[in-house]
Structures are given as structure tokens and as C-alpha cells.
């Protein structure tokens, strides 16, 4: 955290000079230029994230400024080339004034070319945006007077570091570079200047709910008063920094408000801290990530912790890094020290075990492939093959390959859990659709109702929605093509990644509840899979889609004519029973057999997609087939060839000629109506 030496500052002079836009004034942000921690290591490894990686080795953590190559790990962070969004985050924490960034290529392989390689990958960011948000909800880009967003010049080498000030200094706990051009590919280090503000002082923290002081609901004392800590994204890592700090060694697990097994009630003053993240290494509350206030929480979702002065028992398990206390990376406690487990051979019942361990009435879903983030390199890898039954009482009585040099595995193939919780799902909702199976999605969720971005949506993600919803599954995960319009008010989800076997979307990995990058053109939306509703989108109107007729959306509706036939025949029927006598003949026809289901009176308007809560007749309401008739009429009123008496509209049951169907095309001209038939007959 250390003021930029006198020697970057000329050496960097040069390039200033001519690379920053003239439109940012330098003497703005003087008095605030510290180094933030990148480089020194001051900021973690965990508070720096990427929206792709090219592979491990690649990694956010290689973009410090100045980090050598050191192979096979590259000096730079790396995106994947088909990143259409490309962005690399540092996560502060607190709120921080920050006011500028240093910015750097891809470091030269040096360590290859002495191996025999070549000094590959002349790699850089050649132009950059700089996007901060202060609670990650919102995001703002770093804009010029004009109210119009800098695209910042980047470097023209792969060692030279350029210095981009900003006009002004912003406060964010949160900072974002978006590459815009690069040379080869996407490859950059840098480093962030500004100051940290002073965190409000939370030193002291204790307890309650329990006769035993190691364990209890976790309240802080802050502005003269003790409050509670909300249980959203409380996990291990929170509970061993609480633990620390109370002078315990160990966390044996973390409860929370919304869990069966919470022991410990509520609070009885307010909530304090809302959404705390930390890494596990702090020794405080102050270090970590946290919202002040009570953001979105109950008084009954709050935060407790179990802790230890005693080293675990072997075998001990936690779940670490996911957004609630229910879900995570499995670690197990072996021979002195924790570690991951490998998920070579991971099912379900592996992750049964885990989840009764933990307290929790089994495992709902498992994951694979580090799917809670990557740990450092030190942290061994204690299990592999992990070989339960199901019915064990602890992981440790499973078989499977115990000991950190048993295994053949990576970080990237670390297992993790989702325990069922027993808590109600979040309430979702398909607006704006034609029928209840197909609409923009909404969740409610920190007590309003939101839309969810399309950016990686597919269908995994819509088959988790349309479940939730109590249809089999979905047909078509819908995108930002204006399906199902727009909605309003907050984007509650984005880059949502599902499995497909979650019990909720906000139980997928996404960006956090109310980050985004989206506007409402890029809602999504789905199609869900049904037996009473239409198994494709309709639109309106004019995806009139009857009984043996055909759906259309778009400009012209085609509709099979037996219904405009029969009603037509209604009002002559009338019209003639009113001006003759009722001994008069009269010839008319019916819809042919097997179109009888066809509902007639004034239940059967035709049910239009955007008139889903309109009913088709009874099947008892409706007229008699020709041959039931003809099989035994004495079961009907009329006879066939029975003429109704005057004021009626009963069709008499003859013999239909031959049938010939016809359409109608209604075209955007409302005043042109065409009859078309392939062939003619008479009626």
C-alpha cells in the first residue's frame, strides 16, 4: 500500500505524455494515488475474478503488476477468445476511493526461451473501460465531462506501464476492466491507485442464544448498539474469522436463520452486517467484505456460529465458498490440517453422507469441476475416489484414497455439495406469456419481483425454472429476442449457470442478487414443456390456434373455416325460422365427423393465446355427433331431419355433403378479409 516511487512515476512520464486522452486532468485525483495491494499482495488471490480464464494457468491471480512468467504459469491474466464480454474484477471489500490504474502487457516468457522456447505471445490491452460499483448492484463506467464513457488508452508493449488517472476518483468496493482492443489476445496485468476509507470499528463481537459461550448467533456492537449479522452468503470461511476473533482456533460449522436446526432464535436488536464475504485468513470482521446496514433480511435470517478451541476431530467436514451456509467446496479435516476432496467417482450418495454430517436431512445435488472456485496450491487434496454407501454416518467411514499424496487431481476437480436446506424456494413467475407455460421469467427475491439477464442462458437454466413451476422440464430457453417484451424494475440475476437439477435459479451460480450488465432487452424468458398448453411460443392474436386448425404467429393467421361456417349458419337459421313457417324445408350442413368437439354457443369463442383464463365448454355441452344420432336417436331430443320450431337454432343432423375445408387469411390490412378455397362446392 505504498505511494508510487519517484522512479515508475519518470519512467512512466514519458508514456503519459502521449497516450493519456488530454480530457483527463491529471490534478484531479492527486493526494490519493496509493498502490491498492495488487502487486504487494496485499489483495488476495479470491478478490480477483475474471469473466473467463484461458485455463489454470492463465489465471485472474497472474495479472499483478509486474508478476513474472514462471512456467508454466504465465505473468498475466488470460480471457478465453470467445468472451464477448470480457472483464477483469477486483474485489475491495470496503468502500475505497480509487483513482486511477497502472496497466501492463503479458509478461515475457523468459524461463521458456532458456528452455529452448521463444519469447511468445506478444500480448497487450491496447485500449480499456473501467467500470466501479460500490455494493455490486449497480455499476457505473468511468465517464469524461461530457457525461460519455473513456475508453482509456492501454499499452503498446508487453513491459512498459502506463499510468490512466481518472477524471475524478470514484468510491467502490468493487472495481471492473473491460479490454475493448488488444494486440494477439487478451492479456494484461495491472494495478489500481486510490485510498482506503476507515472501516467503521466492529471489535467487538459476541455470541447469544446458547448456555455455551462457544457457540451462539453472531451480534457485533456498532453505533452504540449490538446488532445481528444476516445469513445471506454465510459460510465456514465467515464463522472461523468470528471464531478467530472471539479467540477460538477452530469453526466446526455455521448455522443460519432459514435451517431447521437453527438453535439459537433471533436476535433481539437489528441487523448490522448484511451479505459478509471473507477468505477465512482474517483475524476480524473489519477485513472482510460486508454491507453495513440491513440490506434485504428478516429478523429471523441470521447468522450463528459453532466454535472450537480444540483441534476437529478427524474426519470433520465444511462446506466453504458458496452463497449460503447449505451449499460449498467439501473440506475435510485429516491428520492435522484441512483439505479438498477430488470428484473422481462423486455421486450422490458421497454427498448424502456430507450433508447429514453437517446436520442437514441429505444432499440435493453434487458438483464437480471446482464449481466453488479454485483454492490455493498449498491447501492439500485429502480424498479421491470417495467410495460411500449412503448410509455412513460421517465421510470419514467411507472407502476412497485418504492422505494428500493419494490422489491424481487438480484443484479444478474439486467436489462440492448442495444440501437440502428445508428452506421455502424463492417464489418465481412467467410474465407476459400467451399461456402459463411460456413468459419473460420473474423471481422475487429481497422483497421485490425482478427479471434475469440472458447472458449465458440456455436450457439447463430454463429446465431448473420450468420445474420449480411444476412442468416436466423446458423446450426453449428464450433469449433477448423480444419474445415476451420487456420488464421493470430491478435485473435481479445474471450469467446464471445451472446444472439443471438445482431446486431454484438462485441456487445456480450467477454474479450475485442484483449485479448485472443488462438492460431489460436482454431478459429472459422460457417455454415450458405441458400437456394442456401449446408446446410452442404464441405471441397474440394472430396465433389463433383452434382444434384442427393450424398456429401461425406472425403476419397472416390462417383459421380452418368450420367455425365461421357454423356461426354464419346460426344467424341464417334464425333469420329464415323468423319469416317462414316452421313446415318449411331447409337445407344446411354440419362439420363432418370428428370435427364435433368443436364447442358451439357462447362458450365457444375460440380460446385466443392472449385470453388464457377463457374455458372450453364441457364435453357434455356439446352438440351430438352425427353417427352417436344415427346409432340410436332416441337418446337425442331431435330426431335427425327434426326442423326446430321458430326462434331456435338447431342444426338438423342430415347427411353433410362431401366436405371441402376452407381458410381464411387475415392480412395486416384490416380492411381486406380473402377466401380462399382449393376447391368448390355447394352448401
Known sequence: MTPILALRCLNILTFSIIFVPLFIPLSNAAGCQNELGLEDGGISDSQITASTVWDSNHRPSNARLNRPADYPTVGSWTAKEDDPRPWIQVDLRIPTQVTGVLMQGRAPNIDWRLLGGSNCCAQWVTKFKVQYSYDGSLWQTVQGSDNVDIIFEGNTDQTTVVIRLFPSSVTASKIRILPTAWNEHISMRFELLGCAEDPPPFSEVRLTGSDNAWEGLVEVYYNGQWGAVCDDMWDTDDGLVVCRQLGYDYVIRVTSGGHENQPFGYSAGPIVLDDVECDGWESSLNQCKWILGNGNCFFSEVAGVVCASNEPAGGTVRLVGGSFAWEGRVEVYYHGQWGTVCDDLWTIEDANVVCRQLGYQGATITYDNARFGLVSDSVPILLDNADCFGSESQLYDCAGLWGPDKHNCDH?????????????LPEIRLADGAYPNQGRVEIYVEGEWGTVCDDEWDIDDADVVCRQLGFRGALEAVGSNGEFGEGTGRILLDDVDCRGGEASILYCLHEGVGINNCAHNEDAGVLCESDQYPNHIATGPADINII??????????????????????????????????????????????????????????????????????????????????????????????????EGACDIPLTPPPEYIPQTVEFSTDTNSVTMATESSTSV
Open 548 to 645: 384442427g386448425g393450424i398456429g401461425f404467429p406472425g403476419i397472416i393467421g390462417v383459421v380452418v373455416i368450420p367455425i365461421f361456417i357454423i356461426g354464419m349458419l346460426c344467424l341464417i337459421c334464425r333469420k329464415i325460422s323468423r319469416n317462414r313457417n316452421a313446415d318449411s324445408n331447409m337445407a344446411t350442413t354440419v362439420p363432418p365427423p370428428g370435427s364435433t368437439n368443436i364447442p358451439m354457443g357462447p362458450t365457444a369463442v375460440p380460446l385466443l393465446p392472449h385470453e388464457p383464463s377463457r374455458r372450453v365448454a364441457p364435453a357434455q355441452d356439446l352438440p351430438p355427433a352425427y353417427d352417436a344420432v344415427m346409432d340410436d336417436p332416441s337418446k337425442f331430443a331431435y330426431p335427425p331431419g327434426h326442423i326446430a320450431a
Open 412 to 424: 479444478n476437480e474439486d467436489a462440492g455439495v448442495q444440501c437440502n436446506s428445508n428452506q421455502g
